[in-house]
């Protein structure tokens, strides 16, 4: 697909990480098409090479009325509405919305119930004004109602800078969360993963790391990686997990719509709760025991950085916009 776009990014005042997949993405896709040129509104330190993208208020408010869309990035209580308004071009502003419902909140059945009658004002809430003005609407969680279009975290490069193919994967289970706090379930995963491991020798990391390299460089050498969301269904692990060729088991996964195939894959195990957890985990065992074979699984990997990584992501949007400009 050739992207012969102008795209203003209005960037928050804070980071965020879909704002993160997204500039990896476009840097990704400018490499490939000369054609594909964006500007951002401000400055934040995502650890991307994006000074050179970066122009004075004047000149992006000139750049983004003259662009060919727009793209307004979400972050908590950082989103720059008060530049979108002064831009004043809705008709194509594309809204990017980043949040998640934090903590416990997205297993409270009544906060579900708000957010899906848009009453919801809190974190994670839709953003009903922006639902109503701007042209499409991106969101990183459920519920994707009213139009609004999922857009998850994707295999950014950074998950990719460590990864070597020919590395030998001598830890089974990779363990390691941001926070155990919230769900629960990470804390209680955690504790009987390291009892099973104990009692059938297998091999596992749970420690936190000093660095970033150190942390993917044990992902790396992982066969299979532990993925639980915390404050959203969605989670970067989840994504660092299949970004580095290994096994997933995962909590029941809740990204896109229930119908959909998008992570059909066979290197995915899901578990609803500790009893299933229990039952996947011995289910994996069987398959490292006697079924592992690191250059099966190479296809199905290159197809999932293929279909999700930050470019991909991207892709979608830009697809997306082609389809209602026409």
Not at 19 to 47: M, P, V, W
Not at 112 to 132: H, R, S, T, W
Not at 252 to 269: A, E, G, T, V
Request: aromatic share 14%; charged share 30%.
């Amino acid at each position: 697909m050739d992207f012969n776009h102008k795209i203003a990014i209005i960037n928050p005042q804070s980071a965020d990480g879909l704002a993160r997949t997204i500039f990896d993405g476009l840097l990704g896709l400018q490499k490939e098409d000369e054609n594909l040129e964006f500007f951002l509104s401000s400055e934040f330190n995502y650890i991307l090479p994006l000074k050179k993208y970066i122009l004075s208020r004047e000149e992006f408010i000139k750049f983004a009325r003259q662009s060919d869309f727009i793209f307004l990035i979400w972050s908590k209580d950082h989103t720059d509405f008060k530049l979108a308004e002064e831009i004043n071009q809705w008709q194509k502003a594309i809204f990017i919305d980043g949040s998640e419902l934090g903590k416990n909140n997205r297993f409270d059945v009544s906060i579900q119930k708000d957010v899906l009658e848009l009453k919801y004002k809190k974190q994670g809430a839709i953003n009903k004004e922006m639902l109503e003005k701007c042209a499409l609407y991106f969101r990183r969680e459920k519920p994707y109602i009213n139009g609004i279009i999922p857009l998850p975290f994707g295999i950014e490069s950074i998950y990719l800078s460590r990864y070597k193919k020919d590395i030998k994967k001598d830890i089974d289970f990779h363990c390691v969360f941001g926070q155990d706090k919230y769900p629960p379930l990470r804390k209680y995963v955690a504790e009987i993963l390291v009892d099973f491991c104990q009692k059938n020798n297998f091999t596992y990391h749970i420690e936190k790391t000093k660095t970033r390299e150190e942390f993917y460089d044990l992902l790396n050498r992982s066969k299979v990686g532990i993925s639980i969301g915390g404050g959203g269904f969605d989670s970067m692990r989840f994504w660092e997990i299949l970004g580095n060729n290994c096994l997933l088991l995962t909590e029941k996964i809740d990204i896109y719509q229930p119908d959909s195939d998008r992570l059909n894959y066979k290197c995915i195990y899901e578990f609803s709760n500790l009893y299933d957890f229990q039952s996947q985990l011995e289910k994996v065992s069987e398959f490292l025991r006697n079924e592992y074979n690191q250059e099966k699984l190479d296809e199905e990997y290159q197809k999932i950085l293929t279909e999700h990584s930050s470019k991909a992501r991207v892709r979608e949007v830009l697809g997306r916009v082609e389809k209602i400009r026409k």
